[in-house]
């Protein structure tokens, strides 16, 4: 399911996803993008294991982006990778840099502005699992561009 389509129905995203996505939208409002100060992890506690908080990394405000930096990782992901995420860079993660699937649905979130579903294979250290659903969901931090991308991943 690589792209992502414009328009969400609620009822056809997995439970926690469907969540994420209308958290997302309160907070956004009329804004183009929700604030990153504006999400609070208290007001969504039964998703905190299943989230990622990306930085999107630049040289400077009004630059292009670099590269994207995990400063959050909720531990039913940390539990399902095969290395701990937390700090590191998307490029210093093998299979997971410039050109990949995963680099290319942060860039065209960051792009876009908007929300992107995707569905994933699974590569990991558990047994069982066969893919991944995962949101991105942009944020600011003063309202102009995406300075950060929350995750949120359901597997199956």
């Known amino acids: ?25 309160r907070l956004k409002g009329a ?5 990153r100060s504006a999400f609070d992890p208290l007001d969504v506690p039964s998703l905190l294991p299943h989230l990622l908080m990306v930085e999107v990394v630049r040289d400077g405000q ?7 930096r995990f400063r959050l990782v909720g531990t039913y992901i940390d539990d ?5 995420y937390t700090g ?3 490029s210093e993660i093998e299979g997971k840099g410039p ?3 995963v680099w290319n649905a942060y860039s065209e979130v960051e792009a876009s502005r908007t929300p992107k579903l995707l ?8 047994d069982g699992i066969k893919k991944s659903w995962e949101i991105f969901l942009p944020f600011s931090i003063q309202g102009e561009c995406v300075d950060f991308i929350l995750v949120l ?4």
């Open 80 to 84: 399902r990778v095969k290395d701990s």
């Open 119 to 126: 569905s994933l294979n699974y590569i990991g250290p558990m």
């Open 88 to 90: 590191k860079r998307l």
């Open 1 to 25: 399911m690589g792209d992502t389509p414009k328009t969400y129905d609620p009822d056809d995203l997995p439970d926690r996803l469907r969540q994420a996505l209308e958290h997302w939208k």
């Open 62 to 68: 009004d630059q292009p982006f670099k590269d994207f």
């Open 99 to 101: 050109g990949s699937e």
């Open 153 to 156: 991943i359901e597997f199956d």
């Open 31 to 35: 804004r183009a993008l929700p604030l």
